[in-house]
T-cell receptor, first 109, second 113 residues
Framework: DAKTTQPNSMESNEEEPVHLPCNHS???????IHWYRQLPSQGPEYVIH???SNVNNRMASLAIAEDRKSSTLILHRATLRDAAVYYC??????????FGGGTRLMVKP | EPEVTQTPSHQVTQMGQEVILHCVPI?????FYWYRQILGQKVEFLVS????????KSEIFDDQFSVERPDGSNFTLKIRSTKLEDSAMYFC???????????FGSGTRLTVV
C-alpha cells in the first residue's frame, strides 16, 4: 500500500485557517486521497476526498498537487470543535483504508 | 443526515465467550467494513464485505471472527471465543459507491475480562 506522511501534531488559533499537509510520493494513478478525522472518543468521520482536481465541500477544501505527490487539507476557519486527529489516507475504489498515525490538531481559543 | 448505527455501545464479556456486535449500515450502501482500535493505537482494518461475501480481510480477522448480513439491513461481527487482546473499540463503516467516502458508526467498546 502507498504510504502517507503527516506531521504528528499542529496547532492553530480559533477562527484562523489551518493547512494540514500530507506527502504521498508513491501514490499510484488509481489511488484516491481521502481525509478523515477522529474526534476524542468517537469514530472516524469522513472529511473529503479527491483524485486529481481540488475539491471543496461544506467541511473543508482539498488541494492536490499537480504531480499528486502531496495534498493539503484546508479548514477555512478553525473552531474548537475541529480539534481532532486528521488522517490522510490513500485508497482505491472499493478497497479498505489503512489508517496511519495522523496529525493531531490542537485549536487554541 | 443518514447514520451508521452500532449496538451495543459497550459490551463486557468473559474471556472465551462469544460476542456479536451489531451494525445497521446506511440503507442504500453497498460496501461494508469492520475496523477496530485498541486504546491508544491506530485504527486497524478487519474485513470488507460486498455483494454478500467477504472481499478483503486482514491478518487480524482469523477463524475466530466472522461477519454476516443476515437480513439485508444488519451487518454483524461475531467473535467466537474472545481473548483479552480483543478488547478494543470496534467500528462499522459503510460506503455507497466504491469511490465514495465511508460513513463510520460511533463504535462498540468491547471489554474482555
Amino acid at each position: 500500500d502507498a504510504k502517507t506522511t503527516q506531521p504528528n501534531s499542529m496547532e492553530s488559533n480559533e477562527e484562523e485557517p489551518v493547512h494540514l499537509p500530507c506527502n504521498h510520493s508513491t501514490i499510484s494513478g488509481t489511488d484516491y486521497i481521502h481525509w478523515y478525522r477522529q474526534l476524542p472518543s468517537q469514530g472516524p468521520e469522513y472529511v473529503i476526498h479527491g483524485l486529481t482536481s481540488n475539491v471543496n465541500n461544506r467541511m473543508a477544501s482539498l488541494a492536490i498537487a499537480e504531480d499528486r505527490k502531496s495534498s493539503t487539507l484546508i479548514l477555512h476557519r478553525a473552531t474548537l470543535r475541529d480539534a481532532a486527529v486528521y488522517y490522510c489516507i490513500l485508497g482505491r475504489a472499493g478497497n479498505m483504508l489503512t489508517f496511519g498515525g495522523g496529525t493531531r490538531l490542537m485549536v487554541k481559543p | 443526515e443518514p447514520e451508521v448505527t452500532q449496538t451495543p455501545s459497550h459490551q463486557v464479556t468473559q474471556m472465551g465467550q462469544e460476542v456479536i456486535l451489531h451494525c445497521v449500515p446506511i440503507s442504500n450502501h453497498l460496501y461494508f467494513y469492520w475496523y477496530r482500535q485498541i486504546l491508544g493505537q491506530k485504527v486497524e482494518f478487519l474485513v470488507s464485505f460486498y455483494n454478500n461475501e467477504i472481499s478483503e480481510k486482514s491478518e487480524i480477522f482469523d477463524d475466530q471472527f466472522s461477519v454476516e448480513r443476515p437480513d439485508g439491513s444488519n451487518f454483524t461481527l461475531k467473535i467466537r471465543s474472545t481473548k483479552l487482546e480483543d478488547s478494543a473499540m470496534y467500528f462499522c463503516a459503510s460506503q455507497g459507491e466504491s469511490n465514495y467516502g465511508y460513513t463510520f458508526g460511533s463504535g462498540t467498546r468491547l471489554t474482555v475480562v
